[in-house]
């Protein structure tokens, strides 16, 4: 009986030593197989930047070798495809900004209003309600903003202003901002809310009111925040698409009224690339040479807004 005891307890010393080893090895093979597996996954972004890039710098080369870039640059007119062709992409950067900045005008004041009301007005109740509300508008398909601007937008433009048209930079302005708009709020609001309780219980102390507290306090200390929204929000509107190709228009004026047809980057890429431009075309080059100027603008808003958030960064 005894040895049988001995036995039964030697074998169970032996199994719980092969299930220890067994796990030792597995964690072993994990902690070695993990860090590779995951550095795959990091560098798929990498690699796809490269690619893009790549393909960028090579067609653009391509296309600069027939057009001198000075032209490109510099010129005034922008018709690719009817004679005589020219390709001067002014017209095209200035439908692109004026679009931009119209978005701006209504999403950075609206968004920003939207976040003191959430950060400091807001009971909690309210706010688990409105904020997923608001952020649903980030979710609906551009193309369905597109439509909304050219069936309701635009209708009430031209009751308006009896000079403009169907298709307007301003109707297209109008819904990016309002597109926009859930950017601005909820990256504002975070930055807000990260702001310390005790500098707004230090206000009301002094005897300040909640809307002083809000502008005076809250605001200049979220501002790297605030700013650093406002220029993404500045960079998702230049890259916007489908908007601006169904409400704008697809006309490369130079104009700074924003009731003309206009047309942008976005939307010229997208005119062009519906599969009627024979490959290495000088047109078909246009897509990549545009393409590239509106990649170095929105990179360099982004590099932007790291140096406004890294400069006006408050530690608290």
Sequence with gaps: ???EGLQSIDQAQT??????????????????LMPVVLFLCASVSVLTTIGIVFTLITE?????????ILDFLFGTKWSPLIPPKSFGVLPLLSGTLMITFIACLVAIPLGLASAIYLSEYAPKRVRKIIKPILEVLAGVPTIVYGYFALSLVTPLIQSLFDSAGVFNALSAGIVVGIMIIPMVSSLSEDAMSAVPRSLRDGAYALGATRFEVAL??????????IVASAVLAFSRAIGETMIVTVAAGSTPNMTVNPLDSIQTMTAYIVQVSLGDTPHGSIEYGSIFAVGMTLFVITFLLNILAQYIARKFREEY
């Design 1 to 3: 009986m005894q040895s």
């Design 15 to 32: 199994v719980n030593k092969e299930l220890y080893e067994f796990k030792n090895k597995r964690v072993s093979i994990m902690n070695k």
């Design 60 to 68: 653009t080369y391509q296309f600069f070798k027939q057009i001198p």
């Design 216 to 225: 005076k306090i809250v605001v200049p200390a979220a501002f790297s925040g």
